[in-house]
């Protein structure tokens, strides 16, 4: 019970429709697996209802919120709301992301109103997040904020939206973790790679037109450890860490999980 009684914010905790477990999901299971009392945030209220089932049916707290990250008045709303019913936040998960689905290309290709989206889901979502936790985090002298970005950031990911802002949500958990150390506050980020998750599998499933198989096997083959993908499950349990008192001399760090893909970039 590695987070007992903490109260975790995890934005981004239902999924999208697919036949795997999401990071955002599989992390607010873990969080409440551990002690926490999470409360469950995604614009669709529906699937964070239905994340907050799962929890409670293994005798887990949970409580879902509705928020949109590309609205500033939602997102202050979620955190008022959270605040409302347990007083504090003791951690703060990010979550959120889009490529594809958001209408990610190669820079020659994508549309302005497609970029300005990815921009305002993938990182100012994150920016607006902490923008209205921190204070509360400040107040209370404690907090642990972990971002998910990407391997993307680091490799040569061919479309533009999504490499960009994820190399930005280190660079805005890097400027967190210096800013907010005095309070007590610790900030990290996680860049999972190749992923079997509904995010990163069926979306591509469904732009691309290929079976989830054929995706899948060749996602697979490029994976060192194993030659197979990760899970929502490894990057929940990256940030369980990251969250727990285990990590309290850790902030500002960068953390692959990946299957050593990392190690091999450049070679």
């Given amino acids: 019970m590695r987070l007992q009684d903490r109260v975790a914010m995890v934005v981004g905790a239902g999924q999208s429709p697919g036949e795997t477990m999401g990071n955002g999901r599989a992390t607010a299971l873990?969080?409440?697996?551990?002690?926490?009392?999470?409360?469950?945030?995604?614009?669709?209220?529906?699937?964070?209802?239905?994340?907050?089932?799962?929890?409670?049916?293994?005798?887990?707290r949970a409580t879902a919120l509705a928020a949109d990250v590309t609205d500033e008045a939602a997102v202050q709303a979620a955190v008022a709301e959270c605040l409302g019913q347990h007083g504090r936040i003791d951690i703060l998960h990010n979550n959120v992301g889009i490529s594809l689905a958001g209408g990610d290309a190669e820079i020659t290709e994508i549309t302005v109103e497609a970029f300005d989206h990815c921009v305002a889901v993938n990182l100012r979502g994150m920016v607006l997040t902490c923008k209205h936790a921190l204070p509360s985090m400040r107040a209370q002298g404690s907090g642990a904020i972990v971002n998910i970005s990407s391997l993307a950031a680091w490799s040569a990911y061919p479309l533009v939206a999504y490499k960009?802002?994820?190399?930005?949500?280190?660079?805005?958990?890097?400027?967190?973790?210096?800013?907010?150390?005095?309070?007590?506050?610790?900030?990290?980020?996680?860049?999972?790679?190749?992923?079997?998750?509904?995010?990163?599998?069926?979306?591509?499933?469904?732009?691309?037109?290929?079976?989830?198989e054929d995706i899948a096997a060749a996602r697979d083959a490029k994976v060192p450890l194993g030659r197979k993908m990760g899970t929502g499950w490894d990057i929940a349990n990256a940030a369980l860490f990251l969250c727990s008192d285990d990590a309290s001399f850790i902030t500002g760090a960068a953390l692959p999980v990946d299957g050593g893909s990392s190690v091999s970039l450049g070679t």
């Fill in 30 to 60: 873990v969080f409440a697996r551990n002690g926490a009392n999470v409360v469950a945030v995604d614009r669709d209220l529906g699937s964070a209802e239905e994340t907050v089932a799962m929890i409670r049916d293994e005798g887990g």
């Fill in 164 to 212: 960009t802002t994820k190399a930005a949500v280190i660079a805005l958990t890097d400027q967190l973790a210096i800013q907010n150390a005095r309070h007590g506050i610790r900030a990290n980020v996680i860049l999972p790679g190749l992923m079997d998750t509904p995010m990163a599998v069926d979306t591509r499933v469904k732009v691309l037109g290929q079976s989830r």
